[in-house]
């Protein structure tokens, strides 16, 4: 039972002092307040972001109100495996062990496009961007009983993976490439803990969502998403089913932070169609936990990105 009453909040989790914790797209949204809260627990907090003049102003912003702030910024474009890379490299030469990361960042592309490595953008940015980054760090992790969070979306449930046309060629819309990302990030996460497991490995591997919550993904999508978040007119009713960033970040940091949780496990909102609340337990679709289909994805990530898993 959460200590806070009324559900699990930031004060329920444990003291995080000596543990590092990197999260991806932490300059803004849901990731800073990710960031912020792992730094308010005593973490030394890696924000791994395409934007670096960003992520300093977030940086700048989380030390204004925790003074004694542990906090690096590292450049990582998801959307370019190169930049992953060099990323990696950069971590890796400052952090010997890494307690949590938080797979964050995330693209809602408004039209058709390609990554650098020829990818559709959001599959290529959201799922195997983060596969590639995981999988890179995946030694680092499994020093400790280290924790991977992948922050996915309920609308996973409405995702579809077509082997056979990756690149979204054929029928493309907007809503389907998210919802396909989406899915595939939460497949994976499930299949890493799989395979964790299998190999007797320490880490875990969890899955969140934030529900319904303030974020430029959705803000900025189109026209009247953009008029709904910014008209004063409109806002008594978004916070009726939206709720803010700090909220939507806790489904992830109580993945990330509660000794009771353990790995495959999936985190949301506990409101209403999960939109708002306190962080529960929830349940995936049914076909995010089909293990011929996650295993099938798995192999076609490895052959993407040329990266493949060591759980030595």
């Known amino acids: ?15 995080l002092d000596g543990k590092t914790a990197v999260v991806t797209g932490a300059n803004s949204g849901l990731g800073l307040e990710t960031a912020r809260g792992l730094s308010r ?44 890379r060099e990323a990696v490299g950069l971590i890796r030469g400052s952090h010997r062990q890494i307690d949590i990361l938080i797979n964050n960042a995330g693209v809602m592309s ?29 030694d680092r992790i499994n020093t ?26 054929r029928g493309y819309s907007v809503p389907a490439a998210y919802a396909r990302s989406k899915l595939a990030e939460l497949m994976f996460a499930i299949e890493l803990q799989r395979r964790l497991a ?12 934030p529900g ?22 409109m806002r008594w009713l978004l916070n009726t089913f939206v709720q803010e960033p700090d909220k939507g970040a806790l489904p992830a940091l109580r993945a990330a932070t509660d000794p009771a949780a353990f790995g495959g496990q999936f985190y949301g909102p506990s409101g209403r169609l999960e939109a708002t609340g306190a962080p529960v337990l929830v349940s995936p679709a049914d076909r995010a936990v089909d293990p011929a289909v996650a295993q099938r994805l798995w192999e076609t990530a ?5 990266i493949e898993y060591s759980f030595d």
Not at 198 to 209: F, I, T, V, Y
Not at 212 to 233: C, E, H, I
């Open 1 to 15: 039972m959460p200590r806070s009453g009324g559900g699990w909040t930031l004060a329920d989790a444990p003291r």
């Open 41 to 84: 627990l005593g973490a030394t907090v890696v924000l791994a972001c395409r934007n670096v003049d960003a992520a300093k102003a977030a940086a700048d912003d989380i030390a204004a109100g925790e003074p004694d702030a542990q906090l690096s910024i590292v450049r990582l474009d998801l959307s370019d495996l190169g930049s992953v």
């Open 110 to 138: 408004r039209e058709w496009q390609l990554t650098a490595d020829g990818f559709e953008l959001d599959f290529g940015t959201n799922f195997l961007g983060h596969f590639a980054l995981t999988g890179l760090l995946l």
């Open 144 to 169: 400790s009983v280290g924790r991977v969070v992948t922050v996915t979306s309920a609308v996973h449930r409405k995702g579809a993976i077509d082997f056979d046309d990756l690149r979204m060629d």
């Open 198 to 209: 299998a190999e007797g490995m320490p880490g875990a591997s969890l899955a969140a969502h």
């Open 212 to 233: 319904a919550s303030y974020s430029g993904v959705m803000r900025d999508q189109n026209k009247v998403l953009n008029w709904a978040f910014t008209s004063p007119n």
């Open 302 to 306: 490895e052959d993407l990105t040329g």
